[in-house]
RNA sequence: GCGCAGGUGGCAGAGCGGUCAAUUGCAUCAGACUGUAAAUCUGACGCCUUUAUGGCUACGAAGGUUCGAAUCCUUCCCUGCGCA
């Protein structure tokens, strides 16, 4: 990498925690152009149940990353992993401030910390079939084909299994895990909101998302061809919104009540994640966390 | 008022004489995380303690039967449905 991009900044915090409005404002402030780091913003006709950026918000900033994979496609860390860091260095190239936005935490560790993945892709045959056995025959498998990371790996969760036993099959064996680090100054800033100010923002995001017609947009993939089952994979609003056309949700309330207990229950892996991370400055609000943000910059 | 069905841990809902502090799901809490990550997976979840093949209190209430009851009997209270 260059000797451009010599500064990061990441922005994380819980869904509903006001992180791509803070992100708009830093940017505006400090000459920046934002990076989303959202598995599920990267699709195109997400707009409302992802929640993409405002019209106002990405035509005050420049936004990457947000909108460019169809949706019946499948993305992955990867793929993430390498766009994201050449939209930073490009952002760079334009002695701009790169900030690095979003609540997928696993996309941000990847940017970050540079977690190198073995090149290989996602082999769908092999995992239809691998899909049938259950955990402890596929713990067998993998023990076989690689004892050291058999040991280590959570052997009982199926996907992983799946995942290590492809690589295995790849490579003959499971690299040791590397790492290569985000060549920049990385500043973390994170929002985390008071439990009830949080929960009272997500109730009304839900409302909003229903209120902006979410309905219809999902209906609008189930028009482009997308796969109820591929629908599925985008998240728990669209698994819900699939059970409100079908019937098994009555009333647009249930419909938001739903997905503001979902997104709670998600709020809270999010943060078993963030928790860990001891590099991230926490703010209670967006104005905190705001001038933190300047403090960086300007330093 | 009579008939029938019920009252179980935060909720739903199993259990119907011992192996029951009580299956399971939800909710809650904690955690993991090497290409699906809003995914996938794990643990805890009556109370107490010296954490144990430990103690205590518990399955609407009160009595009773029994070596032993959430489980059987009696009465009472409450809920739903049916009939008056």
């Known amino acids: 990498m260059g000797q451009e991009g010599k500064k990061l900044l990441v922005i994380v915090g819980p869904t509903a925690s006001g992180k791509s409005a803070l992100a ?15 598995s599920r913003q990267v699709y195109r006709g997400l707009e409302i149940g992802s929640n993409y950026p405002t019209k106002t918000e990405l035509k005050a900033v420049p936004h990457h990353l947000v ?95 799946i995942r290590a036993i492809e690589i295995a099959k790849a490579l003959g064996k499971i690299p040791a895990l590397q790492s290569n680090p985000m060549p ?52 728990f609003e669209y698994q819900i919104a699939l059970r409100y056309l079908k019937g098994e949700i009555k009333s647009k309330r249930e419909l938001a009540d739903a997905i503001t207990k979902m997104t709670l229950k998600y709020v809270k892996r999010q943060m078993t994640w963030f928790k860990r991370d001891r590099r991230i400055h926490w703010s209670r609000d967006k104005k905190e966390a705001f001038d933190y943000a300047r403090k960086f910059h300007y330093h």
């Open 184 to 235: 920049a100054e990385v500043v973390m800033i994170g929002i985390d909101p008071e439990k009830n100010i949080l929960k009272k923002a997500v109730e009304k995001r839900s409302r909003a998302m229903i209120q902006r017609n979410f309905i219809r947009e999902v209906k609008m993939l189930l028009q482009n061809d997308v796969k109820e089952e591929k629908i599925r994979e985008l998240g």
């Open 67 to 161: 909108g460019f994979v169809d949706p019946k496609k499948t993305f992955t860390v990867a793929e993430y992993q390498k766009k994201a860091r050449k939209a930073i260095k490009d952002i760079g190239k334009r002695h701009k401030l790169p900030i690095l936005v979003g609540g997928t935490v696993f996309y941000i560790q990847a940017v970050v910390d540079g977690i190198v993945m073995p090149e290989v892709p996602p082999d769908e045959t092999l995992r239809r079939k691998l899909e049938t056995r259950s955990t402890g025959e596929l713990a067998d498998i993998l023990r076989q084909k690689d004892k050291r990371r058999w040991e280590t790996i959570d052997r009982r969760n199926p996907r992983r299994l």
């Open 24 to 38: 708009v404002a830093v940017a505006k402030k400090l000459n920046g152009e934002v990076v989303s780091a959202d």
